[in-house]
């Protein structure tokens, strides 16, 4: 399904119950809504649920120029207006954990809890050359000449060598990814600074990390950990950047745990 939301056409699915609290899904860079599958399927007979793509990818507009964290914030609490939604447990992995927290930041009354998993608070000055080749290969040859590398940092290498359909899955999410989007949404992620703003979130908040994580290390959530004074921190083992596809029955196991307690409280 397709909304209009800050003048571009947004796509998204809902699944699972009326009447239930909402989980809002944000995928990671170079992905769509698909990725969350595996979680679909478990929490779909308890909650609500809605999956998005974000600006740039999937079915949903890819607006020229450089995107923002803040604008990508906007889409989605543009998305939740439209739907007539006025709050949401958020589920952010990668990119979208950091969409998260520009949500967090900038409209807390509009998040019940937040789920940060496999993402940072922080792009560091040495980071930004990796980012730049990052968009010049995309630019000058296309999503597929960024596969191989993205797919080592994504998963560890005996789950890679499985060739299970988790791996295939994101190869052609991938390598479908607009590069105009990709790129639009690296030019925000590379700004991403909201390191020392963290103590502002007093939401309850669940930090997820895969133990291989190359791309967002356990050492950068224990540091997201540190400055979120409502934070709880789970370290899944066996498990690289995307550890909802890679291990989705500890990732379920933990998101479950934490969502039934919020549910506890009310």
């Known amino acids: ?3 209009k939301v800050n003048s571009i056409s947004i796509n998204y699915e809902l699944y ?3 009447e239930a609290d909402i989980l809002m899904f944000s995928h990671s860079l ?3 809504l698909l990725m969350w599958d595996p979680q679909v399927k478990v929490l779909r007979d308890k909650y609500k649920l809605i999956c998005f793509d974000t ?6 507009d890819v607006p020229d ?3 923002t964290l803040e604008q990508l914030a906007q ?3 543009g998305l939740m207006d439209t739907l007539g939604i006025e709050k949401v447990h958020w589920i952010g992995l990668s990119m979208g954990g950091m969409i998260g927290q520009a949500v967090a930041l900038n409209y807390p009354e509009r998040l019940k809890s937040l789920i940060l998993c496999d993402t940072a608070a922080k792009v560091n000055e040495e980071d930004q050359p990796i980012w730049q080749q990052r968009i010049d290969t995309a630019l000058k040859h296309g999503m597929e000449a960024l596969l ?3 797919l080592e940092r994504w998963f560890t290498k005996p789950f890679r060598e499985k060739k299970p359909p988790e791996v295939e899955l994101i190869k052609k999410l991938f390598v479908s990814t607009p590069v ?3 790129v639009g949404c690296a030019e925000a992620i590379r700004k991403l600074n909201y390191l020392d703003r963290l103590p502002e979130i007093k939401l309850p908040t669940l930090i997820i990390v895969g133990q291989e994580d190359m791309g967002t290390p356990v050492e950068v959530a224990k540091e997201m950990h540190k400055r979120i004074s409502n934070s709880e921190l789970v370290i899944i083992p066996s498990a690289a950047h995307l550890s909802n596809l890679e291990q989705p029955e500890k990732f379920n196991t933990a998101l479950i745990d934490f969502l039934e307690r919020q549910l506890n409280k009310n």
Do not use: P
């Open 148 to 150: 191989e590398a993205t």
């Open 55 to 60: 600006r740039g990818h999937g079915k949903s």
């Open 16 to 18: 699972g119950k009326e």
């Open 30 to 32: 170079g992905t769509n």
């Open 75 to 77: 889409d989605a609490v």
């Open 180 to 182: 105009k989007g990709f």
């Open 65 to 67: 120029g450089a995107y």
């Open 1 to 3: 399904m397709r909304v």
